[in-house]
T-cell receptor, first 115, second 113 residues
Framework: GAVVSQHPSRVICKSGTSVKIECRSLDFQATTMFWYRQFPKQSLMLMATSNEGSKATYEQGVEKDKFLINHASLTLSTLTVTSAHPEDSSFYICSALDRAQGTIYFGEGSWLTVV | AQSVAQPEDQVNVAEGNPLTVKCTYSVSGNPYLFWYVQYPNRGLQFLLK??????LVKGSYGFEAEFNKSQTSFHLKKPSALVSDSALYFC???????????FGQGTELSVKP
C-alpha cells in the first residue's frame, strides 16, 4: 500500500514551547490530508482537514490558533502545536488521501509529551 | 447523522478459529467503507475497502469483509485467526470518495494460542 511518513515519532517539549509534526505522502500526491488525535485505547478524533494551497478546515472545538496546519505542497502537511501544555500530550496521527486509489492512508503517529 | 458503530469493545478468539469483527453504518447515499488495523503505539494500517461492486471484499493478511446493504453492516472476517492478528481494529465510513472518515469506536481483537 501507499506510504505516509510522519516525523518525529516521539517528541518531548517544555510547556510553553511549540512543536512541529510533519506528514509526508511518499509515493503519491495528496491534495487532502487529515490530522487526528488519539487517546489510549480510544478511537481517533479528527482535528482538521488540510487542503493543499488553502486554509485547513477545523472540527468544532479545535483551536485553530493553537493547532496550526500548513499544507504547502502536494506531499507535505505540518501540524504545529503552539504554546504547548501538558494536556496537549497525546498521540497525533495524520492521514493522506490517495485520490487515484480512493483510499486514505495513515502515518505511524507521533507521541507528544509536554513537560 | 452519519455514524459507524462497532458494537463489541473486545473479541476473543482461539488461534485457528474463524474470527468476526462487527461493524454497522449509517451513512447517507452509497457508503465508502474501510477497515484498518492498529498495533500498539503505531498508526493505522489499511486492510480493505468497499466502494462498489462485489459485496465480498478481500484484503490484506487474509482478511475479508462483506457489505450487506439490507443490514447496513460491513463485518470483518478471517477464516483462521493467528496470534499476530491481535490488535485494535477500526471500521470507518465516508459518504463520498475522499471525504473525511467517520470511525467506529474500535474493537480489540485478542487471539490466544
Amino acid at each position: 500500500g501507499a506510504v505516509v511518513s510522519q516525523h518525529p515519532s516521539r517528541v518531548i517539549c517544555k510547556s510553553g514551547t511549540s512543536v512541529k509534526i510533519e506528514c509526508r505522502s511518499l509515493d503519491f500526491q495528496a491534495t487532502t490530508m487529515f490530522w487526528y488525535r488519539q487517546f489510549p485505547k480510544q478511537s481517533l478524533m479528527l482535528m482538521a482537514t488540510s487542503n493543499e494551497g488553502s486554509k485547513a478546515t477545523y472540527e468544532q472545538g479545535v483551536e485553530k490558533d493553537k493547532f496550526l496546519i500548513n499544507h504547502a505542497s502536494l506531499t507535505l502537511s505540518t501540524l504545529t502545536v503552539t504554546s504547548a501544555h501538558p494536556e496537549d500530550s497525546s498521540f497525533y496521527i495524520c492521514s493522506a488521501l490517495d485520490r487515484a486509489q480512493g483510499t486514505i492512508y495513515f502515518g505511524e503517529g507521533s507521541w507528544l509529551t509536554v513537560v | 447523522a452519519q455514524s459507524v458503530a462497532q458494537p463489541e469493545d473486545q473479541v476473543n478468539v482461539a488461534e485457528g478459529n474463524p474470527l468476526t469483527v462487527k461493524c454497522t453504518y449509517s451513512v447517507s447515499g452509497n457508503p465508502y467503507l474501510f477497515w484498518y488495523v492498529q498495533y500498539p503505539n503505531r498508526g493505522l494500517q489499511f486492510l480493505l475497502k468497499y466502494i462498489t461492486g462485489d459485496n465480498l471484499v478481500k484484503g490484506s493478511y487474509g482478511f475479508e469483509a462483506e457489505f450487506n446493504k439490507s443490514q447496513t453492516s460491513f463485518h470483518l472476517k478471517k477464516p483462521s485467526a493467528l496470534v499476530s492478528d491481535s490488535a485494535l481494529y477500526f471500521c470507518a465510513g465516508s459518504y463520498n470518495q475522499g471525504g473525511k472518515l467517520i470511525f467506529g469506536q474500535g474493537t480489540e481483537l485478542s487471539v490466544k494460542p
